[in-house]
């Protein structure tokens, strides 16, 4: 069965630094990945799409990789502040973009 | 700003009652859907609609029905809730084309008792 897992539940670093976070996932021939933030309570908010022929995508301090080889996508946050605190999302879907699918997210914590 | 609204943002609601969760967007678009989230847990898709008419089932069993009579308008109905129905549910919409990110409402928070 389709599978997506991000690196793991929680992430803590330090202002300033860049924080990665992994998206990987099998089963699955994604067109699309994107990238989403979550804050509590709240709807995911989109950031970032990248197409399975592109192998990297910037916005401003965020950086997106897609490997299809690997199945794995990184998620960079470069000079990172508390204000990015939140978790993110991973989802892929294929041409139509009828059936996204989410990873349960990982929890980004930046201390001042 | 948001351009898609869910109502009521919370509810609490006794077994046996039926409820209807509403979602409006104002951006036209044709695609629309309903997802379901418990806490720390990944969205799982229960109902979405390509345009008027249209409703299909996402992955989730869901005991829920939706409608989509106008464009901007896609309700969701419980008729009969009940507590495994507790949970936070998500409306989203998109533009036409696959490389459009999902416009999320702020979601409504239902707990049944």
């Known amino acids: 069965s389709q599978k997506i897992e991000q690196n793991s539940e929680a992430l803590n670093i330090q202002e300033g630094k860049t924080a990665t976070l992994t998206c990987n996932y099998t089963n699955y021939s994604p067109a699309y990945l994107q990238w989403y933030r979550q804050d509590p309570g709240r709807g995911p908010v989109f950031l970032l799409l990248?197409?399975?022929?592109?192998k990297e995508k910037r916005k401003e301090r965020l950086k997106v990789t897609f490997d299809t080889t690997l199945k794995q996508s990184l998620f960079h946050i470069t000079a990172s502040q508390p204000a990015d605190s939140a978790t993110y999302l991973c989802a892929l879907s294929r041409y139509n973009n009828n059936d996204m699918r989410f990873g349960a997210g990982t929890r980004l914590t930046v201390k001042p | 700003e948001a351009d898609i609204y869910q109502t009521p943002r919370y509810l609490v609601i006794g077994t046996g009652k039926k409820i209807t969760l509403e979602c409006s967007q104002t951006?036209?678009?044709?695609?629309m859907y309903w997802y379901q989230q418990d806490p720390g847990m990944e969205l799982h898709l229960i109902h979405y609609s390509y345009g008027v008419n249209s409703t299909e089932k996402g992955d989730l069993s869901s005991e829920s029905t939706v409608s989509r009579i106008r464009t901007e308008h896609f309700p969701l109905t419980l008729e009969s809730a009940r507590p495994s129905h507790t949970s936070q549910y998500l409306c989203a919409s998109a533009a036409p084309g696959g490389d459009y990110g999902y416009t999320f409402g702020s979601g409504t928070r239902l707990t049944v008792v």
């Open positions: 951006m036209g678009h044709d695609k």
């Open positions: 990248i197409r399975e022929n592109e």
